[in-house]
């Protein structure tokens, strides 16, 4: 009976087995012709970002919905692969795309446990599932996944699949791939991770959002634990190692100070530049951007600005703390917790790193940085935010516990308190020759304000502007040498429109009959003015139009001869540029190339070059005497803190603007022209330390000094046509004439009432000399003057 019994149990066993055997070879008779194609592997294209790169090739900008990076499986790191296999597929190699054992093994694990808690899924399998499947549980996606899995093993090697999954799998922070996620997480290439890095990354396809090192670091830290455990037991790594990678300290990318080229600006500009020309494809095709920027260059700009702008700051009043944490209300185990949390909200600004208050005294504020670190401030590094720590100091701007600040450390390791700076900025250099631009600053913190001051601010420019109008004044006929009354002047309202006008020197000082060079150097307004009123306003706006003025921003007004029209910081370098490639009009430019995800370059900028293909705008000579004049404004003028450099080919212009709201330099060799500009974006006085010599000159010094050294000076030879007197110019130097005009050196006196003598308005000359100039020439006269002007 129980022989029958067993006989009768194996054949329904048997029997279902032949009919689940049966059943399944039906399912897979009807499924697997049904299974997506493979193309998509083997012909893999994954979502790649825009790249933007400098000149030299360093990585400035990325921008997709994905953050991923190509690896070949041939440069990942042996370590990295073997954290992966111990961590999710030991059988990898051995397998047919589904380890049955692993299947075995987690089946058993379950019944035991009471509850799904593996799935045995190979590495294969995840593969299978990323590329073609959902995520959702059920019988169906998980027979459809095996059947992939046999596909997939039988069209691609090993080595393939691993490739396909090291650079597919999510893994958190917007990174897919564990190159992008070594970037995202460490801050660092993938061939640069230690074991322990290594290990925490291979513990992340589990499950991304639950073992996040930066979300979750605890549960990260058990998970990377367990990594190790495996690696040591498969025998990838020795016993040494397997101890240091457990003692390693985990150090994220947020936790490090941030490195990357500051270039966020031109960054921004490529963006712009690509999704016009690609539109969403630009940012999935993996297109890579070379600007002009110099790695180099850049970097000096940005130290260089954000250096004079602090300077400036540090010159005004402590404001106070940025916010408040009430520290009452967090429990005493959840402090680190709640300030990192707190902390983590708020992005450094370069090395200036926030800080909240734990204790404040006269003499030591106790500081909670990221990462639980706590630091004292003391002694000198109190000294911006003294009046802060008194009694009298209101209490929104008191430092007190709780107080959130920012903090820099010096080169002695030192701590200090700083602030934002209200102030705003820009640098911009480029290349006279051709408009490449070599380093682009739009501000003091794009993440703070992402306008971009160098190319969509439009302010005045100033004094900047007046090496325009004497380039006119050369082009009537002016020289150098020609002597201009600086004595005051009332400006009659008839001649701008019924308001008396009585524009005066920013020194207050007067010097009388005084050489146009000099008026120069020394940024004479009533100079400026007379000038303008001798050539007229309508050829000025006309005649500075081919430096690349806009009509309508510098209106036909004599304000114009004191810069009261609008330009922006790029605009002034272009204008600049003219002068100082010997007047050919080149285009400023940032994108040198465009190339696809396989190198191949799809578009190339060919810029206009001075002396090749460049419009030559304006005339040698012009340019050459208008560049020499302003060697003297660095040489015996208002930028004389520039001969600090302790060069002579460099040239360049201070601007104020009326009651100090704009201040400004522009500046250049033959090589290299740099302008920066400083003012407030609602504009506003910059005070007594706003003057365009003690607040834009310096940064340009800054970065001239770095950029220039090493570099000979250049001393361009006087163009055929330019004669030469020696000892004629300032202090004994040599001066320069056009040559039809060598002989003249004529006196410009216009009265006090802001007329020509001679001209029927009447009014008394305000020369000290008390001679009269002769009246003015026709207009064809003009054109043709050999002699004398005025």
């Not at 009768?8 to 009807?30: D, E, F, P």
């Not at 185990?333 to 005294?361: F, K, Y």
């Not at 020289?479 to 006008?501: E, F, M, Y």
């Amino acid at each position: 009976m129980l022989k029958r019994v067993a006989i009768m149990i194996a054949g329904i066993v048997a029997g279902t087995a032949v009919l689940l055997a049966g059943l399944l070879a039906v399912a897979i008779i009807v499924t697997y012709p049904r299974l997506p194609s493979l193309d998509i592997l083997t012909d893999y294209r994954p979502k790649m970002p825009l790249r933007v790169y400098t000149a030299d090739s360093v990585l400035i900008g990325e921008f997709g919905e994905e953050r991923r990076s190509f690896s070949r499986i041939q440069d990942v790191p042996q370590n990295m692969k073997q954290a992966l296999l111990a961590a999710e597929d030991e059988r990898f190699y051995q397998h047919g795309g589904i380890d049955y054992l692993g299947v075995l093994r987690a089946a058993v694990g379950n019944v035991v446990s009471g509850r799904t808690h593996s799935g045995a899924s190979t590495i294969t399998m995840q593969v299978a599932k990323n590329f073609f499947l959902s995520s959702e549980r059920t019988f169906t996606r998980k027979f459809n996944e095996a059947l992939l899995a046999f596909k997939i093993e039988h069209t691609l090697s090993k080595d393939q699949i691993l490739e396909l999954y090291i650079n597919q799998i999510y893994l958190g922070q917007r990174a897919y791939g564990f190159a992008a996620a070594a970037q995202a997480y460490y801050g660092k290439p993938l061939n640069s991770l230690s074991i322990a890095e290594m290990a925490m990354l291979a513990g992340l396809p589990k499950a991304p959002s639950s073992y996040n090192p930066i979300v979750n670091p605890d549960r990260a830290r058990l998970r990377q634990l367990y990594v190790l455990r495996r690696m040591y037991e498969l025998h990838f790594i020795t016993n040494e190692q397997y101890e240091a990678a457990k003692a390693e300290k985990l150090v994220l990318a947020r936790q490090v100070t941030d490195t990357s080229l500051p270039a966020q600006y031109v960054a921004e500009m490529v963006r712009q530049a690509m999704y016009g020309r690609y539109k969403e494809a630009a940012y999935t095709e993996g297109y890579r951007v070379y600007t002009t920027l110099d790695s180099h260059h850049q970097q000096w700009a940005f130290d260089s600005l954000r250096a004079g702008l602090l300077d400036y700051d540090r010159h005004q009043s402590y404001r106070g703390p940025e916010s408040f944490v009430d520290l009452s209300a967090i429990a005493s185990d959840e402090l680190e917790e709640t300030l990192d949390e707190a902390l983590s909200a708020i992005r450094d600004s370069g090395n200036m790193q926030p800080a909240i208050v734990l204790d404040a005294s006269q003499s030591r504020v106790k500081l909670y940085l990221r990462g639980g670190k706590r630091v004292d401030v003391t002694g000198s590094g109190l000294s911006f935010a003294r009046f802060a720590l008194s009694d009298r100091a209101p209490p929104a701007q008191r430092l007190r516990p709780g107080a959130q600040i920012r903090v820099v450390q010096d080169a002695k390791g030192n701590w200090q308190i700083t602030q934002m700076p209200e102030v705003e900025g820009a640098f911009v250099a480029l290349d006279p020759r051709s408009g490449a631009i070599k380093a682009l600053v739009g501000g003091f913190d794009f993440n703070r304000r992402s306008f971009n001051h160098v190319t969509q601010a439009m302010r005045q420019p100033g004094s900047t502007f007046k090496p325009f109008i004497y380039s006119a004044a050369l082009d009537r006929g002016f020289t150098p040498s020609t002597l201009i009354n600086d004595a005051p002047l009332t400006i009659d309202p008839q001649t701008i429109g019924g308001q008396s006008w009585d524009p005066k020197n920013d020194d207050g000082k007067y010097a009388g009959m005084i050489s146009m060079r000099r008026a120069l150097a020394l940024s004479k307004n009533l100079v400026s003015i007379r000038i303008m009123m001798a050539i007229g306003p309508d050829f000025a706006q006309q005649y500075v139009q081919r430096f690349g003025f806009d009509p309508k921003n510098v209106p036909a007004y004599l304000t114009m001869a004191l810069g009261a029209g609008q330009a922006s910081p790029l605009q002034m370098a272009e204008a600049y540029s003219v002068i100082a490639n010997g007047g050919f009009r080149t285009r400023a430019y940032f994108v040198d190339r465009i190339e696809d995800a396989d190198g191949h370059v799809l578009a190339k900028t060919a810029p206009v070059v001075a002396g090749q293909n460049a419009q030559q705008v304006m005339d040698p000579r012009n340019a050459f005497i208008i560049g020499n004049m302003m060697k003297d404004v660095v040489r015996f003028g208002t930028a004389n803190r520039a001969t600090a450099l302790g060069r002579s080919d460099i040239a360049g212009k201070t601007g104020t603007t009326s009651e100090f709201r704009d201040a400004w330099f522009a500046g250049f060799n033959p090589g290299l022209v740099a302008v920066t500009w400083v003012g407030y974006d609602q504009p506003r006085s910059l005070g007594r330390y706003g003057y365009g010599a003690t607040a834009a000159l310096p940064i340009w010094i800054n970065y001239m000094g770095n950029a220039l050294k090493g570099v000979p000076d250049v001393e361009l030879p006087p163009p055929n046509g330019v004669v030469v007197k020696p000892g004629a110019g300032l202090r004994g130097n040599d001066e320069y004439f056009l040559d039809e005009f060598q002989n003249t050196n004529p006196e410009l006196h216009i009265n006090n009432r802001g007329s020509v003598p001679g001209s029927g308005n009447g009014g008394s000359d305000a020369s000290d000399s008390g001679s009269q100039a002769p009246p003015p020439p026709s207009q064809d006269a003009v054109e043709n003057v050999k002699e004398q002007l005025f």
